[in-house]
């Protein structure tokens, strides 16, 4: 069996972020094969704006002097968007890599990735919700609102199923309570329930918890720094 490792939020903290996968790597005695990462790596270039939900976080961190230097990824890395992300830049390089072994996952698409003697199907649905936005045709968004997943990506994942694991930001309703108050998303909710993964995994809220929806398991990753903040998982 092949081991990969899906990693919550990362909040620029890039170098943490490998050095952490690597221990992870060392404790289990065998290679991981892949990242999946949740969103929120903070995906910036040293041109890029930084507002003020970046700043409150402690600012871009790390990845503009990667993303200069093309410093390859240790570990092959597969990412979707946050909503702490460069948006702009993020599209410019969906589908792409952004530093070498650094994938980044496009809106809406499902992406096959080789893990061993198997190829694993994975689901991105990366951003957050805008109830402003969300039943804009992503060609009509614009470049400041790349960032928010809207109807059109969700349907499209609907009819591209089945994939083995669905990747969020935000969570889907029913798994994130606080106080009392769901944060998650019904249409998340309503994504996994009809596309059945194996697997969806979110971030953005940055603690761990775990649920099951519709046979689905449903993971949600703390930041990296706590505990709770990656998750192998065997293939």
Not at 157 to 168: S, Y
């Amino acid at each position: 069996m092949a081991c990969i490792v899906i990693a919550g939020d990362v909040h620029g903290a890039i170098g943490l972020f490998y050095e952490q996968a690597l221990k992870l790597q060392d404790e289990l005695k065998e290679p991981i094969e892949a990242i999946l990462q949740v969103g929120d790596l903070q995906v910036y270039s040293e041109d890029s704006h930084v507002d003020k939900a970046v700043r409150v976080h402690g600012g871009p961190g790390e990845f503009p002097q990667w993303f200069k230097e093309q410093r390859p990824a240790p570990i092959p890395t597969y990412s979707i968007l946050g909503n702490h992300d460069d948006a702009m830049l993020f599209h410019r390089f969906a589908g792409k890599e952004i530093v070498p072994s650094l994938h980044l996952l496009p809106q809406g698409e499902v992406v096959s990735i080789n893990i061993g003697s198997r190829i694993i199907r994975v689901g991105a649905l990366g951003g957050n919700y805008s109830p402003k936005y969300f039943h804009y045709a992503p060609a009509d968004l614009s470049q400041s609102k790349l960032k928010h997943y809207t109807e059109t990506h969700i349907n499209a994942l609907v009819e591209k199923a089945p994939f083995d694991i669905l990747l969020t930001h935000e969570a889907p309703d029913g798994v994130a309570i606080k106080d009392g108050i769901d944060l998650g998303r019904p249409e998340i909710g309503e994504l996994i329930r009809k596309t059945k993964p194996q697997f969806a995994f979110f971030g953005h809220h940055h603690w761990h918890t775990k649920a099951e929806i519709g046979g689905t398991t449903v993971v949600g990753l703390a930041r990296i720094q706590r505990d709770g903040g990656m998750y192998p998982v065997r293939y």
